[in-house]
């Protein structure tokens, strides 16, 4: 078995001998038989390896690492962790980490927000804006699903992907041995072996457990915004002293603010942002429920009115229930088949994003039966994020499985001990057609309850479109005051109406 690992030596950026990164400017060095690397579905995994010669190659960490065996490329990645150490005199070995490109997409953030976009579209534009700049290309990108509304607000580039795969079902993205990046369906991306009693391997277990399983999902969003807010008078009324107006929601746009000078008819005020506008007559800010009347206008006073046409914001909370799911458990538990979990994702914007994020929650780990083996001679094609099939009679198993995760490390000089975990997969191409259906019914749903419960894309869901809140004055005690039946608790001010 030939091992070989290649360091790079800081050279121009291009395609390179070994894959992108460098124009061949990579220099060999000679390791120790303790390697081990790990290879895991968007997690940023580990290469550990000491070099025992690094035959004049300067070893830094941020430079670029190949490690082929027998020609092919086994690992790449990038040098985080460097631990130089002298075994005896003048003998000097480094004990080196090496994590994969995950790592370029983990330090990178993304600020953005897309309006009737599929998911390909935000991978791609991801990529163009951000990722570039660290040599990742765009491999096989595929639609995905419609969202009708996104909020990246600075996660990780690598956060953004997983949350975008988690809301397509049966999709996942990875980076390769060559900094592309793909977002495929995984029933596209199947390995030719098949694990069966002709395959070599080893200690073949499955594992079925009921960790991580949900069939009821709460979700803590972010802020949807509300329909036009007409016309309100927000408080306090104008007093001859008071600049700072508040209505009931805070702000997710510009508004409309306008004022009615001693009856003399409304006129339309100018409105800026404030700390970063001059000038006007009133600022807002998003996300405040107030707007500020400019101190160099003259006062409103109590013969004066004002009123705000503004877009509002919702926190957006929501349980999704798989009544299908639900009814199985009960059946096979005898309870109430009930698993319940809560998940906070700050960047959903629309109730629509929230139900798509919790069915793809719901579905990701509705089944978490996996299975443990070991190859010791060769992998193969296998590669995490591709589908296998596995047929072992003597388990009743013909399934067709995800490979999760891939672990390496050397036993002997003559072979190399792979150990697999793979997850409980399937054909779920059909999925998004689903979730295109489910987006459809979701589009519809204005509820403005900050709290919205979800049985299932079959039931019809009844709710009201406004919220009716009325504003009484308050009571206070009184010497002269006493009980009466036709005492009610305070005045009636004013009414108002908010619209989702």
């Known amino acids: 078995m030939l091992r070989q690992c290649f360091i790079s030596n800081q050279q121009a950026y291009g395609a390179g001998l070994y894959g992108s990164g460098y124009y061949g400017g990579f220099g060999l060095v000679y390791i120790a038989d303790d390697w081990i690397w790990g290879r895991s579905i968007n997690e940023q995994n580990s290469f550990i390896f000491t070099i025992i010669d690094n035959n004049s190659v300067e070893i830094i960490k941020g430079l670029e690492v190949r490690f082929l065996i027998d020609g092919s490329r086994s690992f790449a990645g990038i040098i985080t962790d460097v631990k130089p150490y002298e075994t005896l005199p003048n ?13 370029l997409a983990e330090k990178r953030k993304i600020g953005a927000v897309f309006n009737n976009k599929n998911a390909g579209y935000i991978v791609n534009y991801i990529i163009d804006t951000v990722l570039f700049e660290e040599g990742i290309t765009a491999g096989d990108i595929q639609d995905g699903i419609t969202f009708d509304k996104v909020i990246f607000n600075y996660p ?13 079902t049966g999709y996942n993205w990875h980076l390769d041995f060559d900094k592309k990046l793909h ?4 029933s596209t991306n199947k390995c030719i072996t098949t694990i069966n009693t002709s395959f070599i391997h080893r200690g073949f277990t499955p594992n079925y457990t009921l960790n991580e399983f949900r069939d009821i999902q709460y979700i803590d969003g972010g802020k949807k915004e509300t329909n036009l807010q007409p016309e309100i008078t927000p408080t306090p009324k104008p007093d001859g002293e008071s600049r700072e107006f508040t209505v009931t929601l805070p702000i997710a746009r510009e ?4 004022t009615n000078l001693n009856g003399a008819g409304w006129t339309t005020q100018t409105v800026g942002i404030n700390g970063l506008d001059t000038g006007k007559q009133f600022y807002w800010t998003y996300g405040s429920d107030k707007v500020s009347h400019d101190t160099s206008e003259v006062v409103l006073t109590d013969v004066d009115t004002i009123r705000v046409s503004y877009y509002g914001l919702l926190d957006i909370k929501l349980i999704y229930e798989d009544n299908a799911l639900i009814s199985e458990r009960a059946a096979i538990d005898g309870n109430s088949g009930k698993y319940e979990e809560v998940f906070t994702n700050k960047d959903l914007g629309t109730n629509a994003a929230a139900v798509q994020y919790a069915k793809g929650l719901i579905d990701k780990y509705n ?3 996996n299975i443990d083996l070991t190859i010791e001679y060769q992998i193969e094609d296998l590669d995490i994020n591709k589908l296998i099939k596995v047929e072992k009679p003597l388990f009743g198993i013909d399934d067709w499985f995800l490979i999760k995760s891939i672990n390496a490390e050397q036993q002997t000089p003559e072979y190399v001990t792979y150990s697999i975990k793979l997850l409980l997969g399937e054909d779920v191409g059909s999925y998004e057609d689903y979730f295109n259906s489910l987006l459809t019914r979701s589009h519809d749903i204005n509820a403005d309850d900050t709290l919205i419960k979800f049985k299932g894309v079959s039931e019809e869901w009844v709710y009201d479109g406004s919220i009716t809140i009325n504003a009484y004055q308050k009571l206070y005690p009184d010497v002269d005051l ?9 005045t009636l001010n004013y009414t108002e109406v908010l619209y989702d």
């Not at 990780?156 to 397509?168: E, G, I, Y």
């Not at 508004?255 to 306008?258: A, D, F, T």
């Open 255 to 258: 508004p409309i603010v306008e």
């Open 183 to 186: 977002f495929i369906e995984r």
């Open 91 to 103: 003998y000097l070995y480094y004990k080196v980490i090496c994590e994969t490109f995950e790592l």
């Open 367 to 369: 089944k978490t039966d």
């Open 482 to 490: 006493f009980p009466d039946v036709d005492l009610f608790p305070g």
């Open 156 to 168: 990780s580039c690598k956060d953004a992907l997983n949350k975008l795969k988690t809301a397509c």
